[in-house]
């Protein structure tokens, strides 16, 4: 039987998907207008994940250092009596949710810990900074539909990885330049996008907004301004003063772009036609990441392709923005205005600081301790606290547990999840059982409200599906009966230059922070990219073995210098970790490569020598800021 149901994993791209539950086969639904009938291997193999032999398929309780298999009632019973203790002190408990399943009822455990008064996290591992930045400058989150850039004459992309990051957005800009588009990368080298670029451009990484404010200086010399364009906005008197005052050559000199780069983007931005800017990730996981994606937005707004067709600048659009909330329906507990936070980048710092201490650490959806910064020191930091994670692979966060709860994962359970690139909610159908014991998220959440001493009682799911359309005005039975509803924004964000600050006109940002200089003990800066074949750390251990593969270019000044006959090293001040060194073509020659995702039981994963530091906004991680080095030993 085929059933359509949708992806739930941390992506963008957030496919429709069509199951074949007795043959395992997915495929992407050929009616979805942005899935379009194809998906990637991490979807079309995801039956190979939820039938792996190391999933966990039934609760497991920690006994002297040793995993033993539990009911459902002896866990939820033991975590029960847990959380009824620390209840006495609500800060002393600790949630954290992460995006490893996204939809309305994912929000289950975020619900029931507001209610309990429990500690939070502050912050962000992925997107905020560059959230943060674009909210400042239009007032509210929007880009145009991502269909529109098949009216771009040339689309400017400031470092997203298609190839790897997105494969329907890789598909569209394909299609582009089969018409005629133009596609120049701005980026460190050493990743996917020449396949899909006509001219890269090398830039020092963390540098963004030395280059787009020196094609904004090129713009002030040739006098070349939109009248119209800068009546739309609030305080161009002042990002114009700080241009005036900054030397062109100080700028390219700041990025390392070569002055005749920097002239030939300002061709592309200021040639007749509509240009449209894309905005990676990564160039927002640096200290000065915000005001990096602000000046980018800038040059979008100076060079008047905001607002138009074919224009725009894409960053993200907020996967939540047609989904509502169904908190409210909940009894129990005290929806909680205020909570203790921890910010996420340096989860060990903070535990060791906090004052009341936390006891009880609730994990669900996310491989925390894998994934932020000094990773080892917060494996440390969960052993004392009793640690409960909902997870269906032991990994580095399920090894410091005390009790494992095994969630049914998708195409088991029902959910239904927006995208953060286009505007399709997709319905993500149950198409198979849950393997052993496993269970929804939402059920064991659920199940454990009750159990309290003082429950806290959650509505049934199709209630909280239900309010959850709400917003969207989505009918449930048309998303059921076709897998998806395409909800309708503006196909161009901010039309006729009305933006979403309260006097409708654009910000610019005011000032240009000089970067960090760099360390002469840790000389190159690690990048930890997204792999391309895999989502973050859902990796099998077949593929993590031997030593983790590091990539330089041969011009790097610790390529000649290593000898390639004895190993190699990774070093940061906080630690060392054994690599392989490898080259790439057109790198920066101060950048290292590693992609991310490895575990640390297998000596794989960088954040054991990735330092905690904040960027501008929204206190996101500026993983991409770390100074490393490469020695033998
Ligand atoms: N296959 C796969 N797809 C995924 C994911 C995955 O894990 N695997 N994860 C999803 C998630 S949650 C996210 S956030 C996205 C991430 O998607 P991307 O933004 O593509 O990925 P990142 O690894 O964050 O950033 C990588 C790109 O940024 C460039 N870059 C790094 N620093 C700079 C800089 O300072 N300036 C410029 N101009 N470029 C820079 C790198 O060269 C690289 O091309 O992918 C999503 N899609
Ligand atoms: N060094 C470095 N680290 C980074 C980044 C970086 O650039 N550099 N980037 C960061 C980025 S962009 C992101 S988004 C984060 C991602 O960080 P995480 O969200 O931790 O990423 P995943 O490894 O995908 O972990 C998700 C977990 O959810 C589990 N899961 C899957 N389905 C379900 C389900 O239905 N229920 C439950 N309970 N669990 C489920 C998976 O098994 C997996 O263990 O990592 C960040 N980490
Ligand atoms: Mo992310």
């Known amino acids: 039987?085929?059933?359509?149901?949708?992806?739930?994993?941390?992506?963008?791209?957030?496919?429709?998907?069509?199951?074949?539950?007795?043959?395992?086969?997915?495929?992407?639904?050929?009616?979805h207008p942005f899935t379009k009938g194809f998906c990637c291997k991490k979807g079309s193999r995801y039956f190979e994940r939820l039938e792996a032999e190391d999933r966990i398929v039934t609760p497991l309780i920690r006994e002297d250092g040793i995993?033993?298999?539990?009911?459902?009632?002896?866990?939820?019973?033991?975590v029960a009596a847990r959380l009824d203790a620390a209840r006495a002190v609500p800060e002393s408990i600790l949630h954290i949710h992460g995006h490893g399943y996204r939809g309305i009822l994912a929000k289950a455990s975020s619900v029931f810990f507001n209610r309990l008064g429990a500690s939070a996290y502050s912050g962000s591992v992925c997107d905020d900074t560059g959230i943060t930045a674009s909210e400042r400058d239009f007032g509210v989150l929007h880009h145009n539909d991502p269909e529109d850039i098949l009216n771009a004459d040339r689309v400017i992309n400031w470092g997203r990885d298609m190839t790897r990051c997105?494969?329907?957005?890789?598909?569209?800009?394909?299609?582009a330049r089969k018409k005629g588009t133009e596609v120049l990368t701005v980026s460190?080298?050493?990743?996917?996008?020449?396949?899909?670029?006509d001219v890269n451009v090398v830039i020092r990484p963390?540098?963004?907004?030395?280059?787009?404010?020196?094609?904004?200086?090129?713009?002030l010399e040739a006098g070349d301004l939109n009248p119209w364009v800068l009546n739309r906005t609030a305080n161009w008197p002042a990002l114009r003063g700080l241009i005036d005052g900054l030397k062109f050559t100080d700028l390219c000199a700041a990025c390392e772009v070569p002055a005749s780069d920097v002239e030939m983007l300002y061709d592309w931005y200021a040639d007749t036609g509509r240009v449209a800017t894309v905005i990676g990730w990564g160039l927002q996981r640096h200290v000065f990441g915000g005001e990096n994606v602000r000046f980018i937005n800038a040059l979008a707004m100076v060079s008047g392709n905001i607002g138009i067709a074919g224009g725009g600048a894409y960053f993200n659009i907020s996967s939540g923005r047609n989904l509502g909330s169904w908190d409210h329906l909940v009894k129990g507990g005290k929806q909680s205005a205020t909570r203790r936070e921890f910010w996420i980048g340096d989860l060990a710092g903070e535990l060791e600081k906090a004052d009341p201490t936390v006891d009880f650490i609730w994990v669900d959806g996310h491989n925390v301790v894998n994934q932020v910064p000094d990773c080892l020191a917060v494996a440390q930091a969960f052993a004392r606290p009793f640690v409960v994670v909902v997870d269906g692979f032991m990994n580095d966060t399920a090894m410091q547990a005390d009790v494992i709860l095994p969630p049914a994962m998708m195409f088991e359970r029902e959910d239904v999840l927006g995208s953060f690139v286009h505007n399709c909610v997709n319905h993500c159908a149950p198409a198979v059982s849950p393997p052993g014991r496993c269970r929804p998220d939402f059920d064991i959440v659920s199940d454990l409200g009750r159990r309290l001493a003082d429950p806290v009682v959650l509505p049934d799911a199709e209630t909280c599906v239900r309010e959850g359309l709400k917003k969207?005005?989505?009918?449930?039975?048309?998303?059921?009966?076709?897998?998806?509803v395409k909800v309708n924004h503006p196909q161009v964000a901010f039309e006729n230059m009305r933006f979403g600050h309260p006097d409708g006109?654009?910000?610019?940002?005011?000032?240009?922070?000089?970067?960090?200089g760099r360390d002469p003990d840790y000389p190159l800066q690690l990048l930890t990219l997204v792999s391309g074949k895999y989502l973050h750390t859902q990796i099998p251990a077949s593929q993590q073995r031997g030593v983790p593969v590091v990539w330089v270019s041969k011009r790097n000044p610790a390529w000649g210098a290593l000898d390639p006959a004895r190993d190699a090293y990774l070093v940061t001040p906080i630690?060392?970790?054994?690599?392989?060194?490898?080259?790439a073509e057109d790198l920066h020659p101060r950048a290292v490569i590693v992609r991310r995702g490895g575990w640390m039981k297998y000596g794989h994963v960088a954040n054991v020598v990735i330092q905690p530091r904040k960027t501008d906004m929204a206190g996101g991680i500026a993983y991409y800021s770390q100074p490393c080095r490469l020695e033998n030993r």
Request: with cysteine.
């Open 206 to 219: 963390g540098t963004d907004r030395f280059l787009a404010a020196a094609v904004l200086k090129l713009y």
């Open 575 to 583: 630690g060392a970790m054994q690599v392989k060194v490898e080259t």
């Open 472 to 484: 969207g005005d989505i009918s449930y039975g048309e998303l059921v009966d076709m897998g998806f």
């Open 188 to 197: 460190p080298g050493g990743d996917g996008t020449p396949e899909f670029s």
């Open 1 to 31: 039987m085929t059933i359509v149901t949708a992806c739930t994993m941390d992506c963008g791209d957030a496919c429709s998907l069509i199951v074949d539950s007795e043959k395992k086969t997915v495929r992407g639904n050929p009616n």
């Open 67 to 78: 995993f033993r298999e539990a009911s459902w009632d002896e866990a939820l019973g033991l």
């Open 505 to 516: 006109l654009y910000r610019f940002p005011e000032d240009l922070h000089p970067e960090p």
């Open 166 to 175: 997105s494969i329907h957005q890789l598909a569209l800009i394909q299609k």
